[in-house]
């Protein structure tokens, strides 16, 4: 399973309808927010996978909590919002009030929500990396790879099939990411593509439009 038949099929669609009656947050804004958040705490676990000790503690949490099972099994993501929120505060340390301050506004989902929605998505997330280190047969030392692997992957996917608005917000949140390589994947990511200004976004209309697009705004 590729990052984008995650964000496109059926788990996905289940957990944002449970974070829709939940939240009464739109279950497309909460995919297309799932759509962005997927590859940051990707990026971010790639990073941070560079590190041993990280690499070996990311590993044995895949082996212990997030065997994938939670996407045969959706349902299990409104039991988890605390372990999905002590994951977020793990992966993005300092930065996640930065992080949820910019989902928030490019998303359109209030801050007080934005979080618990997170946390959500995070066991999700965590479950489909899982799955795929299972899938591949990878351990510590090979995480790095594996997740950079992902994200190629995705991001190539994203950009042969342009139709699709949540292909085009994929596309476009792995694009900035690799246009502007800066070495921390908050400035690569949120900074470039979701902070404005730069030269993808003025040519692609930023996420802003893309989740205008994908609403029917």
Do not use: C, W
């Not at 300092?94 to 928030?104: F, R």
């Not at 979080?115 to 047969?137: C, D, E, F, H, R």
């Amino acid at each position: 399973m590729s990052l984008l038949d995650l964000l496109t099929g059926n788990s996905s669609n289940q957990v944002a309808e449970q974070a829709e009656n939940k939240f009464g947050i739109s279950k497309n804004q909460i995919i297309a927010l799932l759509a962005v958040a997927a590859p940051l705490v990707i990026s971010y676990l790639r990073n941070k996978s560079k590190d041993a000790n990280e690499a070996e503690a990311l590993n044995n949490a895949l082996d212990k909590d997030h065997d994938g099972s939670i996407l045969n099994d959706p349902s299990q993501a409104l039991n988890r919002q605390a372990e999905g929120n002590s994951i977020l505060d793990h992966i993005f340390g300092g930065n996640k009030s930065a992080v949820e301050n910019q989902l928030s506004a490019d998303t359109g989902i209030s801050m007080d929500k934005i979080g618990p929605v997170l946390a959500m998505l995070a066991p999700v997330i965590m479950g489909y990396i899982g799955q795929q280190k299972q899938q591949n047969n990878v351990g510590a030392g090979g995480l790095g790879d594996l997740l950079g692997g992902i994200l190629g992957g995705a991001q190539n996917q994203a950009q042969a099939q342009q139709s699709n608005p949540l292909n085009d917000i994929l596309g476009s949140v792995l694009g900035g990411g690799q246009s502007q390589s800066s070495g921390n994947p908050l400035n690569d990511i949120l900074g470039s593509v979701l902070g404005g200004g730069n030269q993808q976004q003025s040519q692609q209309g930023g996420l802003g439009g893309l989740l205008g697009s994908l609403f029917g705004k």
